[in-house]
């Protein structure tokens, strides 16, 4: 089957490994690339600035008890996409991050791909 | 005799006029006990100077035992008290009190007279009430003997040409219409909402209740201007409202309004949330003077009603993540089981083994879960003699609680199919401390004896990436295995300090 996002190199932020590694799994089921995965705010900025080769990132929203929107600006700032996960959906984003592209936990495969070519085509524009 | 002392006569010219007045003159202090007393006073109430000085008004005079006796004790102690609280002047035309007269030297019988008096407030320079002034003035002699059958209607009363009489019955008038105001005001004082009256473009509060003096945390405002009474509204839009509402003389009314309010003087600015209303008082040209202020604080329905979305927000995002956890826990382990039972076995443990961390951290409120109690869960199915658990009581937060209660069953469960716990006597030796007091770690070793010769699997399965990247990732520990020839050796460190935020 044609995997649309072969070879992209998606940063992944979220702080339980359960869920990271169902990520990875999803993402290398894709032929996507992981970088990370990044279990805390600080971390997700520095790979998110530091990281040569990006194309998007899989974000968590409350990443230990922080919420993830400094990676976002970081990435803004490089144009890098990315893709919300949260267990709120897009509702519980604060109005400024609202529209962006968001999975709702527990995700799909398709969900997940969905998303970051949502992501990725809106970044095109 | 108010205008006199604050022009500031001289006290002595007051004193002797007081003393020598044929008008009979009580000098009261504010809670009605009797503080100076004239000749005439002394005269026409029968009575001596040294009774009476200091004593509380109405023990000096209690107006005998007769059966009228407390209404007209509270007549007159009404009339003081308005003119003490309202700082005017209170005129009681018309009140019958009784005074003892002895009528041999020791037997003594109580009179009914009939009294006039007049009720002064004499303010400091402040404007507080310092005496009260009563005048008063036996009027008996004026009242005509009423036959007790004497019919007694307003008519009667005109064409009778019984000024007194009509006297008394505005008198009487005046006293309902008193107690009903009193009524009115007693019910404006204690509503339950706030309630103020605000005067004149500048808004001077003219009266406000207690719920009002509780909401601005009882400072003294009384005839300022609500921008000097509360001055840490500006900028939260009260005033402007006000001002709309006195220019306009529409209403405004607030929902879930927030006022920080400093409630005392110093203090932080508290949020309080408030419905309410401001009506505009018209004056009988229909020109605004004033505006009415009602509401209620509505801050622990607001408060109440946030935390309940926060918990059901929270409540979502923990389900809604555990249900991304059991998803993980599915699709990895259905991809090491191909066979449909041992993937049900294998996918049913590891959900109970949460399950089972989850109910330890329901008994403390997730506070946290012990250590010990969370390896005897894991390790409890294999029997008593299979494990030894070393260590002391080690409080674990409810996120490292939940990774370790994994991290052992998935050690326990690879014990069991290819290490010690493989063979009839193979033991598990599970010993723990803590180190590093001001920065605490947990150091941990799972060390399996008596089992199979392990060595390292070729590929990683679920269980051991799901372990290492437990540690590494969630607990931002450090684990280290070694593949044995008595078996596996595992060791662990995590730190015990991290806060949710790191």
Same mark, same amino acid.
């Given at each position: 089957m044609n995997q649309p996002l072969s070879g992209r190199r998606v940063l992944v932020v979220e702080d339980e490994s359960l869920v990271a590694m169902l990520l990875e799994t999803i993402l290398e089921d894709m032929e996507c690339v992981p970088i990370g995965? &990044?279990?805390n705010i600080d971390d997700g900025e520095t790979l998110a600035r530091d990281?040569? *080769?990006?194309?998007a990132a899989l974000l968590d929203v409350n990443v230990a008890g922080r919420q993830v929107f400094p990676v976002a600006e970081a990435l803004k700032a490089r144009g890098v996409p990315f893709v919300f996960s949260t267990g709120y959906g897009e509702g519980g984003l604060p109005d400024e991050w609202r529209g962006s592209p968001t999975i709702q936990k527990p995700f799909t495969e398709a969900a997940v791909r969905d998303a970051l070519l949502k992501a990725m085509g809106v970044a095109e524009v | 005799m108010t205008e006199l002392l604050t022009q500031g006569a001289s006290i002595a010219d007051l004193a002797t006029a007081f003393a020598a007045s044929p008008n009979p003159y009580l000098l009261l202090t504010p809670d009605l006990r009797i503080f100076d007393v004239n000749q005439a006073y002394l005269d026409v109430t029968r009575s001596h100077r040294p009774d009476l000085l200091g004593r509380p008004l109405f023990q000096a005079f209690d107006s005998g035992p007769g059966q009228e006796a407390p209404e007209n004790v509270r007549q007159v102690r009404a009339s003081l008290e308005k003119a003490r609280d309202t700082r005017q002047r209170d005129h009681l035309a018309l009140v019958r009190y009784s005074l003892p007269r002895r009528l041999d030297g020791c037997r003594e019988v109580f009179e009914e007279r009939i009294w006039s008096a007049t009720h002064t407030p004499l303010l400091d320079a402040e404007g507080e009430v310092v005496l009260l002034l009563q005048h008063t003035m036996d009027i008996t002699d004026l009242f005509p003997a009423a036959p007790p059958d004497e019919p007694t209607t307003a008519l009667d009363a005109i064409v009778g040409g019984s000024v007194l009489r009509r006297a008394q019955s505005v008198q009487e008038d005046n006293r309902r219409l008193e107690k009903e105001r009193n009524r009115l005001v007693e019910m404006f004082m204690q509503a339950p909402g706030f309630v103020a009256i605000l005067s004149g473009p500048d808004h001077c509060f003219q009266m406000y209740n207690a719920a009002y003096g509780q909401l601005i945390g009882h400072r003294d405002i009384a005839g300022k201007p609500i921008r000097e009474a509360?001055? *840490?509204? &500006?900028?939260?839009g009260y005033y402007e409202f006000l001002d709309s509402v006195f220019a306009t003389g529409e209403a405004y009314e607030g929902r879930e309004s927030l006022a920080q309010l400093q409630r005392r003087p110093g203090a932080p600015l508290e949020n309080h949330y408030l419905d309410f209303i401001y009506q505009p008082i018209r004056d009988e040209a229909g020109q605004v003077v004033g505006i009415f202020v009602q509401g209620h604080d509505v801050t622990e329905n607001v408060l109440a009603a946030r935390r309940q979305k926060s918990m059901i927000d929270e409540l979502n995002h923990r389900v809604k993540n555990t249900l991304a956890t059991v998803q993980s826990i599915a699709i990895q382990t259905a991809r090491s089981h191909r066979d449909p039972s041992t993937f049900a076995q294998a996918f049913q443990a590891r959900i109970l083994a949460l399950s089972h961390t989850h109910d330890l951290l329901t008994r403390t409120h997730w506070e946290g879960a012990d250590l010990r109690a969370i390896l005897e869960h894991e390790t409890e199915a294999f029997g008593p003699t299979r494990f030894h658990l070393n260590g002391p009581a080690v409080a674990l937060a409810p996120a490292t609680a939940l990774s370790l209660g994994m991290i052992f069953h998935e050690l326990a469960t690879n014990a069991s199919k290819y290490g010690a716990l493989s063979t009839p006597h193979g033991r598990v030796l599970v010993d723990w401390g803590v180190a590093d007091q001001t920065a605490p770690k947990l150091k941990l070793s799972w060390r399996e004896l008596d089992g199979p010769k392990v060595t390292p699997p070729d590929t990683r399965g679920f269980g051991s990436r799901l372990i290492e990247r437990n540690i590494r990732h969630d607990l931002a520990g450090e684990i280290d295995l070694v593949y044995g020839k008595d078996g596996l050796i595992a060791e662990l460190m995590v730190p015990l300090d991290r806060t949710p935020a790191l």
């Open positions: 995965p &990044a279990s990281t040569v *080769e990006l194309d | 509360l001055p *840490e509204l &500006a900028g939260q």
